[in-house]
């Protein structure tokens, strides 16, 4: 799972109206724990998660652990 | 899950089995194979094949006895295939050279063949390659024995001899001249590891051994005429083949017995069904022998026996290319892992559970059952993936709760007094029902909750016929019966389910239910057996119609029976008895009534495997030029949906003007919710008089365009989700923002699943962008 920050440069965070960063984030689903680098508000920590992680690489790690 | 027992379930399944050719051909030959070679036009692989399971092939091809074409079912549909004549036609056109066989070291043991028949030359050919030293005793001064008789027409001597030489050729030591005794015999046995005798004569008696061949308890083994008691020759190299493996198994000190049950002929269990197949007479050849194109021909009238009666009936067991016997082994191995995936997991979701394998198998093989089994153990052992039925129970759960879920006894006679006046206490059925109310309640309408969110107009229409129509109270009971729970294998949610509905069954002193969706019937049918049930399709045509419109123009209709109709032929026929009373002409489709297919929601499957169902749908659609008829609303709205004109059978009785209810769009995930809400808040209003809220004013107003909406479905994204996701957004600003374009990009976790949405405000409009969802969890810091 990954981003590249150039791709969703245009996005920011309302709140905290900052840039966002990439950093380790963890995420967790069933028996699977990952730290994943992921796309954050500095100041919130509110993680952007964009379309194609969403239906692309995530769903192919939930529907991996779904079978486990 | 008792796993044993699942396995012998799958093996009865005859998939597999030969076809009763093969198992009558005492040397196997693979004849589907040979013939579909054939017909192909290529007799070198036809050639291998007869290479490979036939001693002496270029021999027994021209002179084979064929017991295999008596048992040929295309007997009943024109003619037995002529499968020795095709034999001699690959001869002709597809012999090949042997391979060169380095010849194996002969340190197994000494044999002695005596008689040089084909049985005995079979015996020691065989032995001779697995290793045997083997000594030929033969009485005359040349091999063959009564081969000799057959050469002729079809057995040139060129060709026996060159077959003959090969024995000699192997390097198996022949002793011409010897006539073998009692007591030669006897000497032969103690001067060998083991004696085949195929002499085709003896001079007494000798217990043979049908099955091992062994004669007594000593290392003699018999075949040949000895044995056969006829002049067949397949029944003869086969014996000596049989006793060969016999001679094996005693020499390696391993049981005579074991696994030989299909070694000769055997009855196979696969019993094919030709009633349907067009009688095509025999080609005759007209040479000496069948041309290449005669040939093909021939092959081509080959039924190629195999059960697939299931297979042909399933979208889903074509799809995955699975017999009930691969199916079940799937399902084993994957109950049996510890550590490792499942990837039958989403195949086992895919089946609708409809029923139709079973009904198509003449052994009864249910995979409905074995599917349903495997689900509910997936649960109990926590291996059940959630995202496969999630939304189905989350809609489940809506269906049970105060938005939808009302129980009501008719509106008492005290209360409606209002409604007592001519004309209409004379005109109106509803209103002479309620003023006959006896505040006992005899019948409670329990529409389902598919149909209120499908044709929510119609609820309170029908509930007015009943009112008006049934000797008795009828009440109302909104709510789900559990059918998602029951194809989830969520016995636990079921249970809850059932007792929920016992106990308004038991407070309402134990009503008839009247159902309207066959799936309900099904469920009661099965977890509720002590409640007495109806169906409204019944009562329609015991009570009479409520518009007797009869149609103007003929109009031919296929019904699509309802996959949970299956065992039910009084409403199949019902069903019938309403359209044709209306007017309707019916083409029956071939897979009807007990034999019909599902339309792709049974078991869940619209929502675990979208495409599996698009494919239930795709196939089902094609199937008549006719609009169809239904009468569960799924299976009308997947149906048009698929682009099929289809009715509903509501669409007939209660017909809307200026509306072509062939063409009426599906309701949407989120319109199904709004919808049985307002069919509460009708009810509860127009029926009951009571004061009811509108719906909640404090949403936003959304403007979202269609293709969103395509995606909100294809994702099972409900308005009420983007109406939090936005609310949450709105109020905490706990969102990102597009400088670029205005957009926003919002997200909220609503129980396990986070959504997000992008949107743009315009004035007190919110523009929805874009719509999706995971399940993977962040851990907010």
């Known amino acids: 799972m990954y981003q590249k920050k150039e791709d969703y440069q245009a996005w920011i965070c309302d709140k905290c109206q900052q840039e966002l960063e990439l950093s380790k984030v963890k995420v ?12 954050n508000c500095p100041t919130c920590h509110q993680v952007f998660v964009n379309e194609s992680l969403a239906l692309g690489k995530m769903l192919e790690v939930e529907q991996g652990l779904e079978d486990k | 899950m008792n796993l044993d027992k699942l396995l012998e379930t799958g093996d009865r399944c005859i998939f597999l089995e030969p076809p009763t050719c093969t198992a009558h051909c005492p040397v196997h030959l693979e004849i589907i194979a040979f013939i579909s070679e054939i017909e192909k036009g290529d007799f070198q692989k036809a050639y291998k094949l007869m290479e490979k399971k036939i001693p002496f092939h270029r021999i027994i091809g021209r002179i084979c006895d064929h017991p295999c074409e008596s048992f040929c079912v295309r007997q009943e549909a024109g003619g037995t295939i002529s499968i020795s004549e095709l034999e001699k036609a690959v001869l002709e056109y ?26 005995g030359l079979t015996a020691a050919v065989d032995l001779d390659k697995k290793g045997y030293e083997i000594v030929l005793y033969e009485k005359s001064e040349r091999l063959g024995g009564r081969l000799w008789e057959h050469v002729g027409e079809s057995l040139q001597e060129e060709t026996l001899l060159e077959e003959l030489k090969q024995v000699k050729d192997k390097g198996i030591h022949i002793q011409f001249g010897q006539t073998i005794d009692e007591q030669r015999l006897s000497d032969l046995g103690a001067e060998y590891d083991a004696v085949y005798l195929g002499s085709g004569e003896w001079h007494q008696h000798l217990e043979i051994d049908p099955i091992t061949f062994q004669v007594g308890q000593a290392n003699l083994f018999a075949g040949g005429k000895l044995v056969t008691q006829s002049d067949s020759v397949i ?71 195999q059960c697939r009666k299931c297979i042909d009936g399933c979208n889903h067991l074509r799809k995955y290319d699975m017999s009930p016997y691969a199916y079940i082994r799937q399902i084993n191995h994957s109950e049996r892992i510890i550590l ?35 689900r509910e153990s997936m649960v109990e052992r926590n291996k059940m993936p959630v995202s496969a039925h999630d939304f189905a129970l989350k809609d489940m759960a809506f269906s049970n709760s105060e938005q939808f879920s009302l129980v009501r006894r008719q509106p008492s006679k005290e209360a409606s007094k209002d409604l007592f006046y001519y004309p209409l206490i004379s005109f109106s059925d509803y209103v002479k029902g309620l003023y006959n109310g006896t505040g006992k309640t005899e019948f409670l309408f329990y529409p389902g909750c598919q149909l209120p969110a499908s044709y929510p107009d119609d609820v309170k229409s029908i509930y007015e016929y009943l009112v008006g129509h049934m000797k008795g109270d009828v009440g109302i009971y909104l709510g789900c019966c559990g059918a998602p729970a029951d194809w989830a294998g969520r016995q636990d949610l079921m249970g809850e389910n059932i007792a929920a509905i016992k106990k308004v069954w038991e407070e309402m002193e134990r009503p008839v239910f009247i159902l309207a969706c066959s799936s309900c019937i099904r469920i009661f049918e099965k977890y509720l057996p002590e409640i007495k049930i109806q169906s409204l399709w019944d009562i329609y045509i015991e009570k ?27 409403l199949q026929e019902n069903i019938r008895k309403i359209a ?27 929502y675990a495997n979208r495409e599996q169902a698009d494919g239930f749908v795709a196939e089902r659609i094609e199937e008549s030029p006719h609009d169809l008829l239904v009468y569960c609303t799924m299976c009308k709205d997947l149906f ?71 995606e909100m479905e294809n994702r099972y994204i409900l308005l009420e989700n983007i109406q939090a996701v936005l609310k949450n957004a709105e109020s905490s600003r706990k969102r990102f923002y597009n400088p670029q374009n205005g957009d926003y990009l919002a997200c909220l976790k609503i129980e396990h699943v986070t959504f997000w949405v992008q949107y743009a405000r315009e004035a007190e409009k919110f523009l929805i962008r874009n719509v999706y969802s995971h399940r993977m969890e962040i851990v907010e810091e």
């Open chain 2, 94 to 119: 597809g012999a090949a050279k042997p391979k060169k066989v380095w010849p194996v070291p002969k340190k197994k043991g000494k044999i002695a063949v005596v008689g040089s028949g084909l049985s």
């Open chain 2, 580 to 606: 044709e009373s209306l007017g309707y002409t019916i083409d029956e489709l071939s897979y009807s009534k007990e034999k019909t297919k599902c339309c792709g929601y049974g078991g869940l499957v619209y």
């Open chain 2, 235 to 305: 029944f003869s190299a086969s014996s000596g083949r049989r006793a060969a493996l016999s001679i094996e198994r005693f020499l390696s000190k391993v049981s005579l017995t074991d696994s030989r049950e299909r070694e000769g002929v055997f009855e196979t269990p696969l019993k094919q069904d030709v009633s349907a197949t067009t009688a095509l007479p025999r080609l005759e050849k007209r040479g000496a022998v069948y041309s290449r194109e005669e040939a093909a021909a021939e092959a081509k009238r080959c039924i190629k026996c």
């Open chain 2, 544 to 570: 009479g119609l409520p518009n007797k419109n009869w149609i103007k123009t003929p109009q031919t209709l296929s019904i699509h029976d309802a996959c949970a109709t299956r065992e039910n032929r009084e």
């Open chain 2, 340 to 374: 490792g995936t499942h990837y039958a997991n989403k195949m086992i979701n895919s089946c609708t559970e409809c029923g139709l394998c079973e009904e198509e198998c003449f052994l009864d093989i249910s995979m409905k059952d074995v599917i349903q089994e495997t």
């Open chain 1, 28 to 39: 967790h689903y069933l028996e699977g724990e990952f730290e994943v680098e992921l796309l």
């Open chain 2, 640 to 710: 048009v949906s698929g682009g099929k004109r289809t009715y509903h059978i509501l669409d007939l009785l209660y017909p809307k003007e200026n509306e072509d209810g062939a063409v009426r769009k599906m309701p949407t995930f989120s319109e199904r919710h709004q919808n049985r809400s307002r069919v509460k808040r009708l009810l509860r209003k127009e029926i009951w008089n009571e004061e009811v809220d509108e719906a909640a004013a404090d949403d936003y107003e959304l403007v979202i365009p269609e293709t969103v909406q395509k």
